[in-house]
């Protein structure tokens, strides 16, 4: 007996067929409610990964293998098994997943090195982090990025990193993923310019819990997304001491100067900073603290498609 | 960001101890500056070297090879370094910091301000002075005032900025509170002990 867990792929629309971690949301809600019975996950309506989605699948299935018996993905088509096996996920939990797809024929197909992306890594302490940030850094600078962006880019996933080891006692460490794209993916119809999706995820006790260790945050702390809008202010961190809980307030800077933005789930809250205005919303408990950040080079419509030195100021 | 010097002298500054360290040839250091375990590791390299100086000294952290440096990096390794050099762990030594003006500064100055302190900047050992961080608006005249001068005496800086000695000496000990500049002691001047404010790059 297989309990079957759905996703809420769009069918439709700038998202069809994207996995997300919005699209994870029911998963995650049955996966609490799992006591032991061998579940599958149904990803065959997915027909293109963002790292999100990539980091969210992650810590669901941390969430499902401590909680089932046998965890099953059921995949279909060729690009997604490619990509996943190209972003390392077979190497981390083919052991530990059954899937339908024949994951010793991709591991044989010659791995491209586009240098794009970061592939899905796990890690579990600070020390980790320079190696992760040398690799990411170098990826950048294959595809021209300037110093300036490149030091940005680093710079944040450094702290996000770093957030998700430091505060999050999470059992299984924390993944990232990191992909450059040749085009806009986040915020629907305009898709003329490039965009770097990072996604750190992590299964700690999530960011309400984290700072209303420190008291004088009490009030601020009530719900999950007052916490998140909280977190984003300079100072704002679980211990209180003096140069804390700078590193989320210039990441969201960085971020919202690129024409980006800082999203963060913790709990049932999800907070996205655009720099000039902030968005929550209440959504299904998420068992840790996910960070996504968008940070895009858009081009203006009178251009041309970018060759990145060339427009690296736009935008 | 503000300049300091705006006239060039022969100034005590130049015969100043000093110690350049290198974070990007350092040991501890690199070019790839992240995570406060870095930053730890940095700090207490620099703080071996500052401990080494004689009283007076200056140590310049220079910077410009680094690439990038986030905020934990840099509120650990300068944030705090700072802070414990104004707070007097290391006696009357002092720390600048050698950069150019680039985006690297952003983390610094978010530390710093985070922590209410300054430090001194220059282009390259011998540069003009900026400040980086928060410094209070009325101390800012007379932290110019004594760069210009290189060094000066309470009494003739009271004069320069139309203060009384009291007034003059409050602000200057606040200067001295936060590292951004040097205080001598001239015993043999007439009418006894007399102060010097000096700059310390």
């Not at chain 1, 996920?89 to 197909?109: M, P, Q, Y």
């Not at chain 1, 909280?230 to 140069?243: D, F, N, P, Q, Y």
């Amino acid at each position: 007996m297989r309990t079957q867990l759905e996703l809420n792929i769009r069918s439709r629309g700038a998202m069809r067929g994207i996995l997300t971690l919005g699209s994870l949301d029911p998963a995650f809600a049955a996966a609490a409610h799992t006591e032991g019975e061998a579940v599958v996950l149904d990803l065959r309506p997915v027909e293109f990964v963002e790292p999100s989605g990539l980091c969210g699948l992650a810590a669901l299935l941390e969430l499902l293998i401590s909680r089932s018996e046998e965890v099953g993905l059921a995949l279909s088509g060729r690009n997604v098994p490619a990509y996943l096996e190209r972003m390392n996920f077979f190497r981390i939990f083919g052991d530990r997943v059954k899937t339908n797809a024949d994951v010793s024929a991709l591991e044989e197909r010659r791995r491209g090195n586009p240098g794009t992306l970061q592939e899905l890594v796990n890690f579990h302490s600070e020390e980790e982090i320079p190696g992760i940030i040398n690799r990411i850094s170098e990826i950048l600078e294959n595809k021209e990025y300037g110093l300036r962006e490149r030091a940005a880019i680093c710079a944040t996933l450094s702290e996000i990193c770093a957030n998700a080891v430091e505060h999050g006692h999470s059992p299984f460490g924390a993944y990232a993923a990191v992909q450059a794209y040749q085009h806009i993916v986040s915020g629907g119809r305009e898709r003329r310019g490039e965009e770097v999706l990072i996604a750190i995820a992590d299964g700690g006790v999530g960011v309400r819990t984290t700072l209303s260790r420190n008291l004088q945050y009490a009030e601020l702390t009530e719900t999950d997304n007052d916490a998140l809008r909280h977190a984003l202010k300079m100072g704002v961190s679980g211990t209180g001491e003096i140069g804390r809980g700078g590193g989320l307030a210039v990441v969201g800077q960085i971020a919202a100067r690129a024409g980006g933005s800082l999203s963060l789930r913790s709990g049932s809250g999800r907070v996205t900073f655009y720099g000039n205005r902030t968005n929550s919303r209440n959504v299904p408990p998420f068992p840790g603290t996910f960070v996504r950040v968008s940070l895009p080079r858009k081009t203006t419509s009178s251009q041309q498609l970018p060759s990145s030195k060339k427009h690296k100021d736009v935008g | 960001m503000i300049s300091l010097k705006t006239v060039s002298k022969e100034l005590a500054a130049e015969k100043r101890p000093q110690a350049v360290y290198d974070v990007a040839a350092g040991e501890a250091g690199g070019k790839l500056m992240v995570t406060r375990g870095t930053g730890r590791r940095v700090r207490e390299a620099l703080a071996e070297v500052l401990e080494g100086l004689p009283s007076s000294g200056v140590l310049y952290v220079d910077t410009r090879g680094v690439e990038l440096m986030d905020y934990s990096f840099a509120d650990e390794a300068l944030g705090i370094l700072v802070s414990r050099v104004a707070a007097g762990e290391y006696g009357e030594r002092h720390v600048a910091l050698v950069e150019v003006e680039r985006d690297l500064l952003e983390n610094i100055e978010a530390s710093l301000r985070q922590r209410s302190l300054a430090m001194i900047r220059v282009d390259e050992v011998g540069g003009n002075p900026e400040i980086l961080g928060e410094v209070p608006e009325h101390l800012v005249d007379t932290l110019r005032a004594i760069y210009d001068a290189g060094s000066i005496t309470n009494v003739n800086l009271a004069t320069k900025l139309g203060l009384n000695h009291t007034a003059c000496n409050n602000r200057a000990t606040r200067l001295l509170k936060l590292g951004l500049i040097h205080r001598s002691k001239n015993t043999a001047a007439p009418g006894g002990c007399q102060y010097s404010y000096e700059r310390i790059a």
